[in-house]
């Protein structure tokens, strides 16, 4: 089958969740015989050293008529502001308007003029903008979250007042969207039951399929990590890492330094424009890392203080193939069929993340338990084994 694979950027590098589960979904098709070429925006900075990397794994980038790419310029902070502005009035939600380009439609059209395709797949609701508008192919979108249920938890649980107001017109934005896009489709992927259900009651239709990531198992339990190190891998410019970090470093880590003096933390991600984060000791903020493996080899306990989001957290899959154990909120691990106690360690509130993280640190037992369940699990729903019965069928 020949696929036009339509996302928001190219699947590369695979240092966030939705390039690590674009990539797995291209390289499955692939491995099925499908042909599939990628049209994308390219982020300047790595548009030539990742666009050769896909290359080299035969991966067809779609360009425009003239040859080239359409890349992401980084707006600053005032652009963003106007932007928005001049979105508030449209029934687009922002999160879609921003990535319109009147080029990047006009090269999709003329591909599909003038090529044979028999699937038009598109990563990310935001995307489907670009659906061509021709019939006689199957149209299949992939979503990472629930755009509208993402947005209502971050309107009930965000820490600042400008974002909160700014999630509850994303929300309305979105219930409509939603409704008039997802029936465009043959075929919706998600990532876990709990996005299936909510995609149903929208479309009230049975053509959604649950497609987990898939992640490979990388080392096991290590015995000589650092005693009291934990570790947060996630972009501070996504609003629920940002606000899970802000409210972790206000409500959990003063607590925690009474308790163990010699504790410190790791956050390793792409920082806010602007710094809003509490300065305590024993945090360390690395910005981004390209090569987290260091991180990943020697931290204690990984942690999940998200408050709001949907979709699927990949970070704790990615741990869990580090053979690092994990302590997650509730919202943190939703879609994950985990269970308090046997993967990973799931709290409700500040107070009880203190304790389970002071009493992880303590028990090597309880560690050594949580990190081989997560393995089981791991090799029981996130093998390449079981994606490729899905798709098979």
């Known amino acids: 089958m020949n696929i036009l694979y339509i996302t928001q950027t190219l699947p590369l590098p695979l240092d966030n969740g939705g390039n690590i589960k674009s990539y797995s979904t291209i390289s499955l098709l692939k491995k099925l015989g499908h042909n599939v070429t990628i049209f994308s925006f390219v982020d300047d900075e790595y548009k030539i050293k990742y666009e050769k990397m896909l290359k080299e794994k035969d991966f067809i980038i779609g360009k425009t008529k003239k040859n080239s790419f359409i890349t992401i310029k980084r707006n600053g902070f005032v652009k963003i502001i106007i932007h928005y502005l001049l979105n508030f009035l449209s029934i687009k939600p922002y999160s879609v308007s921003k990535f319109y380009c009147k080029d990047f439609a006009s090269s999709i059209e003329d591909y599909v003029k003038t090529h044979q395709i028999d699937c038009v797949w598109i990563g990310y609701l935001s995307m489907s903008q670009y659906l061509p508008e021709e019939t006689g192919y199957l149209k299949i979108l992939e979503q990472h979250n629930v755009d509208s249920i993402f947005y209502w938890r971050m309107f009930q649980n965000d820490s600042f007042l400008r974002w909160k107001i700014f999630a509850f017109f994303e929300w309305i934005k979105y219930l409509l969207y939603e409704k008039n896009q997802l029936k465009k489709f043959d075929k919706i992927t998600v990532m876990s039951d709990v996005d299936k259900y909510f995609i149903k009651n929208i479309t009230h239709r049975n053509n959604i399929i649950v497609t987990p990531p898939t992640i490979k198992y990388k080392i096991p339990f290590n015995k000589n990590r650092e005693k009291k190190t934990l570790l947060f891998v996630g972009s501070l410019r996504w609003y629920p890492n940002k606000d899970g970090i802000y409210w972790y470093l206000k409500s959990i880590h003063p607590k925690l330094i009474k308790l163990i003096p010699d504790i410190h933390i790791n956050i390793i991600g792409k920082l806010p424009r602007r710094n809003i984060f509490p300065i305590y000791p024993g945090v360390k903020f690395w910005g981004y890392q ?21 979709g699927l957290r990949l970070k704790i899959l990615e741990a869990m193939s580090w053979g690092i154990p994990i302590i997650s909120t509730d919202e943190g691990a939703k879609g994950l069929e985990v269970k308090n106690g046997r993967e990973i360690l799931l709290v409700q509130s500040g107070k009880d993340f203190t304790d389970k993280i002071e009493l992880l640190l303590n028990k090597k037992n309880l560690q050594k338990k949580l990190v081989e369940n997560a393995y089981i699990f791991l090799s029981k729903n996130h093998s390449l084994n079981k994606l490729q019965k899905i798709f098979t069928t």
Not at 291 to 301: A, G, M, P, Q
């Open 290 to 310: 390209r090569n987290l493996e260091r991180f990943w080899k020697k931290s204690t306990v990984f942690i999940v203080p998200i408050r709001y989001g949907s």
